[in-house]
């Protein structure tokens, strides 16, 4: 009688261990070849930062670099503490958070007004306002705010004269007007990036569902709040959060319009940390101010990232 072998079962011993291998190998190789620019992302981005919280911790500044023993002398939480009890630092705060919020809204609402009316109007027409915004959107920052410093100057600017307050008026004193100016150009400069990124996600939304929801009695509103803004949101979110990032780093708008000297009503968080490091010398401030800055956006932008994840999730 002769010995006959077993069939192996099916889904046990070496039959199912190479697949799985498989699978394993096939999970790392996303990873290794990402792992280059993940590399250079690190040492471009995160090193600057590491660098950064560093000198927020220590007592760097002008005077100290002719002193051995003070230069880059670690003071531990003193940088923080002196910033969080100025009161210079809160109203800073307030104001940076108030102008951004007001920047950040207005070039939302105008941009999605833009791409709705993108949206609506012939071919030819969406044509020509393309071409104008991305125009407007190729002007760099430095040009756009001269244009609007002259645009606004006491003396001779076209404002002053088109409403009769010609060597009368000066925008760029008072608080509410400088403010004003310069959300002006912050927006004008935004708006035409949200509006083709905007008009690109209205471009995804099925006419047939527009169409229905309108036979259903739906009207415009009802339309875009329950149909269009759904579809939307993912894109709507992304542009909210970068928008936040852009407008809290407001600086070459601020600095040009008021001729390189903005007065402290005129400071946000990048201005008073240009201000500290560059002018005063207090190098170990200023990384402070920017620190502060950085998990003051994070704070911001994190209900925007929660609900980007969310819906990525849902969508899987």
Known sequence: M?????????????????????????????????????????AIFGLPLIVMFILSFQNWSQINEFSSALKGQWTGF?????LLTDSQFWQTTLRTVVTATLMVGLSMTIGMLFALLMRQVSTWARYILTFALILVWSIPA??????FQWMFNRQYGIVNVLLGYNNVHDWLVSSIDGWGVVIAVVVWGATPMVSIMMYAALTQVPSELVEAAQLDGANRRQVFRHVIEPIIRPVVLIMTSLSVF???????????????????QFYNLGI?????????????????????????????????????LRIGGDAR
């Open 246 to 264: 852009w407008d809290f780093q407001v600086f070459t708008q601020i600095f040009v319009l008021f001729s390189n000297q903005p007065n402290t």
């Open 2 to 42: 002769t010995d006959q072998s077993l069939p192996t079962p099916v889904g046990t011993g070496r039959g199912r261990s190479a697949p799985a291998a498989k699978r394993r190998h096939g999970g790392l190789a996303p990873y290794l070849l990402l792992s280059p620019s993940l590399l250079i992302i690190v």
């Open 142 to 147: 430095l040009v756009s705010t001269l244009v």
């Open 272 to 308: 008073w940390s240009y201000v500290e490091g560059w002018q005063y010398g207090n190098y170990g401030v200023a990384t402070t101010i920017t620190a502060c800055t950085m998990v003051i956006m994070l704070v911001i932008t994190i209900p925007y990232l929660r609900q980007l």
């Open 78 to 82: 003193t940088n923080y503490t002196t």
